[in-house]
C-alpha cells in the first residue's frame, strides 16, 4: 500500500493489504458490524413479540371464567316428611231413639170374676206394643224398625266404623318402589354434565327435585319437577328418568302397588 494512503485507509485494508480479499475473511470482517444490528434488532423483535403476546394473555385471564359442571352428579336420598294423622273427626251426633209404645207385663193371677180390678189386654191390643216392666206411650212396633236389644252401646245403635278407601295412588308406603340396577351409576352415566354451563348457568350448586309415578307393574309415568333451578337441568333429568326402563313396584301390606318417587339430583357448576 503506497504512504500517501496508510492515513486515509481502515484497519481492514491494511491489515489485508496485499492478501487475498475474495478468500472471505475479509468480507466478514468488514460486514461483522452490519451482521451485528441486524442480529440485535431481530433479538429484540422476538423480544417484544413475546411481550407483547403475554400482555395480551394477562388482559385475557382477567376475563371471567368459562364455569364447568362437575360429571359427578351428587345423589341424596330424599327424606320423606313425616305425614300428619288427622285429626279424628267428632262423633256424630245421637239422636234419641223413638219412644216404642210398651205395656206392662202383669203376672196372671187366678181369682174371681167379681174381683178383676183391671182386666188384662187382650192379643190385639198386645200385636203392635212391648212388654215391659211399664206401660209407656210411644209409637206402635208396625209403624218403626226396632233394633235388637244388647249392642254394644246398650241403646241399639251399632257402632261400624266406615271402611278405609284404598287410594288410587299411595305416596307413603312400607317398600319404595327401586330400580332393579345400579340406580346412582344409571344415573350418573346418563345425565349430561354440560347441559348447565351451555345453558350459561354460574358457578354453584343446583338441586332439581323430580317426582314420578311407578306402577304395580315396574312402568315408569308422569314423570315432572317439582323443584327447577332452570338452565334445562330440570328436562335433562325428566329425559334421563324416562329412560330409565322397569322398575319393581312399591310394597304396601305385602302386596305391589302403584305409588309415588321422589328423587333429588344436584348438579355443580365449576369455576375454571
Given amino acids: 500500500m503506497e504512504?500517501?494512503?496508510i492515513l486515509s485507509a481502515s484497519f481492514l485494508d491494511i491489515l489485508f493489504d496485499g492478501r487475498n480479499k475474495?478468500?472471505?475473511?475479509?468480507?466478514?470482517?468488514?460486514t461483522y458490524?452490519?451482521?451485528?444490528?441486524?442480529?440485535?434488532?431481530?433479538?429484540?423483535?422476538?423480544?417484544?413479540?413475546?411481550?407483547?403476546?403475554?400482555?395480551?394473555k394477562g388482559a385475557e385471564s382477567?376475563?371471567?371464567?368459562?364455569?364447568?359442571?362437575?360429571?359427578?352428579?351428587?345423589?341424596?336420598?330424599?327424606?320423606?316428611?313425616?305425614?300428619?294423622e288427622p285429626p279424628a273427626p267428632p262423633p256424630p251426633k245421637l239422636q234419641e231413639p223413638k219412644k216404642i209404645a210398651t205395656t206392662q207385663f202383669v203376672i196372671p193371677k187366678i181369682v174371681q170374676d167379681k174381683e178383676v180390678v183391671t182386666p188384662p189386654p187382650t192379643q190385639d191390643d198386645l200385636a203392635d206394643v212391648k212388654i215391659g216392666l211399664k206401660n209407656v206411650e210411644g209409637e206402635k212396633l208396625g209403624n218403626i224398625a226396632v233394633p235388637p236389644d244388647?249392642?254394644?252401646?246398650?241403646?241399639?245403635?251399632?257402632?261400624?266404623?266406615?271402611?278405609e278407601k284404598i287410594p288410587e295412588i299411595f305416596e307413603i308406603v312400607q317398600v319404595e318402589a327401586s330400580y332393579p340396577g345400579d340406580w346412582l351409576r344409571f344415573l350418573t352415566t346418563n345425565l349430561r354434565g354440560e347441559i348447565p354451563v351451555d345453558n350459561g348457568a354460574t358457578p354453584g350448586r343446583y338441586q332439581v327435585l323430580v317426582q314420578f309415578v311407578v306402577d304395580v307393574n315396574g312402568t315408569v309415568s308422569d314423570v315432572k319437577v317439582l323443584k327447577d333451578p332452570g338452565?334445562?337441568?330440570?328436562?335433562?333429568?325428566?329425559?334421563?328418568?324416562k329412560?330409565?326402563?322397569?322398575?319393581?313396584?312399591?310394597?304396601?301390606?305385602?302386596?305391589?302397588v302403584k305409588a309415588?318417587?321422589?328423587q333429588p339430583i344436584t348438579f355443580e357448576v365449576l369455576d375454571q
Fill in 33 to 56: 458490524n452490519r451482521r451485528l444490528i441486524k442480529a440485535l434488532g431481530a433479538t429484540g423483535l422476538i423480544i417484544a413479540t413475546f411481550m407483547g403476546a403475554s400482555a395480551l
Fill in 260 to 262: 309415588y318417587r321422589k
Fill in 3 to 5: 504512504t500517501t494512503k
Fill in 243 to 256: 329412560k330409565s326402563g322397569k322398575w319393581k313396584a312399591a310394597i304396601q301390606n305385602g302386596y305391589p
Fill in 231 to 241: 338452565f334445562g337441568m330440570g328436562a335433562e333429568a325428566i329425559r334421563v328418568i
Fill in 150 to 163: 244388647g249392642l254394644p252401646d246398650g241403646k241399639g245403635i251399632l257402632d261400624v266404623k266406615p271402611k
Fill in 62 to 84: 382477567k376475563k371471567a371464567p368459562v364455569p364447568i359442571i362437575s360429571h359427578v352428579v351428587d345423589l341424596t336420598k330424599i327424606e320423606e316428611p313425616e305425614k300428619a
Fill in 22 to 30: 475474495a478468500y472471505g475473511a475479509y468480507e466478514l470482517r468488514n
